[in-house]
């Protein structure tokens, strides 16, 4: 079908380039081509419980049926309601956008504005997908966001050193 699922880890960082292009990461390119059977095929969607974004290949498409009866049968078991309509139309609901060769896509407005992403962006892998964040949101999160916060502060400083030799 899609690709092998694909496990997504490490960081990388983007600003925000002409023609209002952020750039996928390298690592995560890879990935999510090969998760996209070949295709330059990033999936977007807003995250379901952080200010943030994810993004993932093709492939955890297929993980979604074993997903919802997991997530409804723990709903059952603690005795909460779960409907499940509501959960598909909420994981099948995401937006693909094509990158290029080097990783270039387009955000829409529409989940950027959900992320209140401005300038940059800020990339993090969390396995079956990876987050996408606003640096200035990412700051605000609890510590146990510490170790992200400080990468993404040491990537902003060396994209600002990059830009001033420019």
Not at 100 to 112: A, K, N, Q, T, Y
Request: proline share 5%.
């Amino acid at each position: 079908m899609a690709g092998a699922p694909s496990n997504y880890w490490g960081q990388g960082f983007s600003p925000r380039g002409e023609k209002n292009r952020f750039v996928l990461p390298a690592d995560f390119r890879a990935a999510v081509k090969d998760a996209s059977q070949g295709q330059r095929l990033l999936c977007l969607d807003r995250h379901h419980k952080f200010p943030c974004l994810t993004g993932f290949g093709l492939s955890r498409v297929e993980t979604f049926p074993a997903r919802i009866a997991r997530e409804e049968e723990m709903a059952f078991k603690r005795g909460e309601d779960f409907d499940p309509d509501t959960r598909a139309a909420q994981l099948y609901g995401f937006l693909r956008a094509s990158f290029d060769e080097s990783g270039r896509f387009i955000l829409p407005d529409h989940l950027g504005e959900q992320a209140r992403v401005s300038d940059a962006l800020y990339f993090h892998g969390g396995g079956e997908f990876f987050t996408i964040w606003a640096p200035e949101v990412l700051f605000e999160m609890d510590s146990g966001w510490d170790s992200a916060k400080a990468t993404c502060r040491a990537l902003l400083a060396e994209a600002a050193q990059k830009g001033k030799r420019k």
